[in-house]
Structures are given as C-alpha cells and as structure tokens.
C-alpha cells in the first residue's frame, strides 16, 4: 500500500477538526482530515451555537443560511418539568439552531484541508520519528479531534486513575414546519429549557426553521431513557411536539470540562474539542469550547514550526487553563442546604425572570460575560 505524508493528520471531521484545519491550511500547512463517516453525516446534538461560536469561526451567516437551516433565537421559556416556567426575551438574536449535518459539512469543505472519509483510526505507531497512522499515512503530528470516543484520547490515557464522570444525552431531530406548530406555541425563535426535578439535567425543545430538536441530558447515567420518556410525554400532553414523532431518540456521551483527566498531549499528538473533554459545566456546550481549543491548537502549532515535541506542544494545556480555569469539579452551590430543600428553592429561582435571564441564559448557557475568541495567527481571547 502506498504511503501518503501530510504535516499534520486531524482525526475527526467535527467542529474541532474542521476549525483545526482551516487554521493550519491558512498558515500554509499540508493538512489531511481523517474521519470514519462520510460527509455530509449526522452527528448527535441539539444543534444551538451561540454568537461568540459564529464570531469564532469567522461565519458569513448570509453564506450560511443559503440552502441551510439557521434559527436566530430570541427569547427563552425555562423552567422545571411539570414546574412553574419563566418566559425572557431579548432584542437581538442570542443564539442560533443550526442541523448538524449541514453545519459539519459546511466547515470541513470550508477547511480545505484533505480529506479522507469513510475511514476509521485501526492503527497508528510511531515509525522513524513519525506517526503512521492505518500503515498508510505518516505524518509528524496527529491532532485527535475524534470526539468523545476519539482513539487518539484513548492512546494518550488519562491524567488520574479515578475516571471521569460524564454526561449522557439522547435526542431526536424531525422536521415539523414552523407554520404548523399551532398558535399556542412559544414562538419560532424560542428555546425551551426545562430542568430535571432533581437538577441532573435538562430537556430541550429547540426549532430550527421546519425542525425542532428535542432531547435531555443528565449527569447521573442511570435511567436516562425513562427520563426522556416521561419528557417526551410531557411535551406530547401539552401539544409541544407532535403525538408520533418519525424518528427515535439517538444517545451520545461526553466529559464535563471540570471532570475531564485526559492527558492533553504527548510528542506528536495533542488533543481538541470533546477528545480532550472539554465541555461546559452547567450548559453541556461543547462545541465553542471544540472550536476555541481548535484556535488555540492551531496557534502552538504553527509556533511549534514542525518540531512537535511535548515541550514545544505544552503552552497548549497553560493555554486551555487560562482559558477555561481550573479541571475540578465544581461545588453544587448551597450544599450544606438538605437537598430537598435545595431542589424547592431552585424550583422557585427557575420560575423567575431575573435567575432564568441573568444566570441561566447569560452566565450558565451564553457565556456572555467571556469575549469570543478570534480567529487567525494569534487566536487572541
Ligand atoms: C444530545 C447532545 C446534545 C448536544 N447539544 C449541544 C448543543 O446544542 N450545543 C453545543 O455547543 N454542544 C452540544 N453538544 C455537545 C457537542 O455535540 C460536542 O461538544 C461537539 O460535537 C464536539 O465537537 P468535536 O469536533 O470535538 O467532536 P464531534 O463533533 O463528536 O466530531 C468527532 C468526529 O470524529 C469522528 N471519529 C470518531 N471516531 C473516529 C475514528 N475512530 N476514526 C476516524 N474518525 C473518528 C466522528 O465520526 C466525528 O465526525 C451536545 C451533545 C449531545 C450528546
């Protein structure tokens, strides 16, 4: 089998991935990204990215929104299920649904880095100062952007022994056109957030032009589908979603930012979104966190002028820190409160404008009060 070199072989054609790419092409590099499905694919998520993401990747929205899906989203319904609700609107769009498939796609084409879909990571050995990668492609540097099962995170381990807790979600994306929804609905450029009664998690109602997506996440792993069944249910009883819905609900996992171990980096190998378990607290976001590490990547990369060794690679883990903090799982605020307790007064903060607005939407899910980063030679934040 003939072997093909490239500088740099990205594993995983995702947010992470393609934002990788797109850097390094820019700055002159010969990039190859590997994934294992072909393109366009689905990939298991709500789909809603905020402005900081669209500022991030320098996304021409007019471009975007040509033949694609892209909700503007400017108002909230949040609350708890079966619980009291709060409705907050804003002025200006301060998120945006966007379909996965098309998203994807359109920033791997964008990246203009190589590709070779269809192709799954069975093997990758170091060989003569290189990587080898399938026997096929050697290059100096890998850069595992394979999500949350990337075998590349796998290769590298983790930093601590106890294991990472992660979080479980399943959802279901079905086209439901706008006009169609009935009067009696939030609006088609309202999200809907409704927190688990115990707190471990959410479910969402998001629309995207003609489709919604609906789903729930949880940080405790157990019963997650009877979770989702009872929510599913609850939306059916008040006429949120259609009685049968076309397709059924689809699970993924990933790692929390403050739980994440993984070992970042080795010599050749650094690790970007989801593969390095980057997510955010709270939210469960994880593509601004994929693209932003993607920039950050990119920039040491390009400094590290093709001697990709550990300590050329290590101001990438100084960076990441700076960036998102300390890796230590955070404290459940009031938890000296008897949980009981606790729940009731959340229940009552969630039914209130001023939580829902000023802490939910603003600091737990937008992130307003952290710039975007921009991208280019320095990634700056
Ligand atoms: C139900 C659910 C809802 C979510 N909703 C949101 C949301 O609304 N907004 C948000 O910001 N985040 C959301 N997230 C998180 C978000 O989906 C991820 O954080 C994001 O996709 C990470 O991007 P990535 O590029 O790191 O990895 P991925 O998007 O997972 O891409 C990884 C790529 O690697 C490829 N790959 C995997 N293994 C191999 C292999 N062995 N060989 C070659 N290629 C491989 C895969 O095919 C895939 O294309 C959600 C997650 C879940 C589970």
Not at 173 to 183: C, L, M, S, T
Not at 258 to 281: K, N, Q
């Amino acid at each position: 089998m003939q072997t093909q070199a490239c500088d740099v072989l990205v594993v995983g054609g995702g947010p992470a991935g393609s934002t990788c790419a797109w850097q390094l092409r820019q700055a002159g590099l010969d990039v190859l990204v590997m994934d294992k499905h072909t393109f366009p694919r689905d990939k298991v998520c709500a789909g809603w990215i905020t402005p900081a993401v669209v500022a991030s990747l320098g996304l021409d929205l007019d471009d975007y929104a040509a033949g694609r899906a892209l909700q503007p989203i400017r108002g909230f319904r949040i609350g708890t299920i079966r619980g009291a609700e709060a409705n907050i609107r804003y002025d200006a769009a301060v998120s945006f649904g966007i379909r996965r498939c098309e998203f994807d796609d359109y920033l791997l084409r964008r990246s203009m880095a190589r590709l070779a879909l269809g192709e799954s990571v069975k093997s990758m050995v170091r060989d003569q100062g290189a990587w080898l990668v399938n026997g096929r492609f050697r290059t100096k540097l890998v850069v595992g952007a394979g999500g949350n099962f990337c075998p590349v995170a796998r290769l590298l381990g983790v930093d601590r022994e106890e294991g990472e807790a992660i979080v479980v979600a399943q959802e279901t994306e079905f086209r439901v056109p706008a006009r169609g929804r009935g009067e009696s609905g939030p609006g088609a450029d309202v999200a809907q957030i409704y927190f688990c009664p115990d707190l471990k998690g959410y479910g969402w109602c998001f629309p995207k032009g003609d489709y919604l997506n609906v789903g729930l996440g949880r940080e405790d792993t157990h019963r997650l589908s009877e979770h989702v069944e009872q929510f599913r249910g609850w939306l059916q009883q008040r006429g949120a979603i259609p009685d049968e819905l076309p397709g059924r609900f689809c699970g993924h996992a990933y790692v929390l930012y403050t739980e994440s171990r993984r070992r970042l980096l080795d010599d050749g190998v650094i690790l970007i979104g989801d593969a390095a378990g980057l997510a955010y607290p709270r939210s469960g976001e994880g593509i601004r966190p994929a693209i932003e590490s993607a920039l950050i990547a990119a920039t040491i990369i390009r400094d590290a002028a093709g001697n990709y060794s550990r300590a050329n690679l290590a101001p990438y883990a100084e960076r990441l820190a700076h960036r998102f903090g300390d890796r230590k799982p955070e404290r459940e605020a009031a938890a000296w409160l008897p949980q009981r307790l606790r729940h009731f007064l959340a229940a009552k903060l969630l039914a209130t404008k001023w939580f829902t607005r000023n802490v939910v939407v603003d600091r737990w899910f937008l992130h307003s009060g952290q710039r975007p980063m921009v991208p280019g030679p320095r990634a700056a934040e």
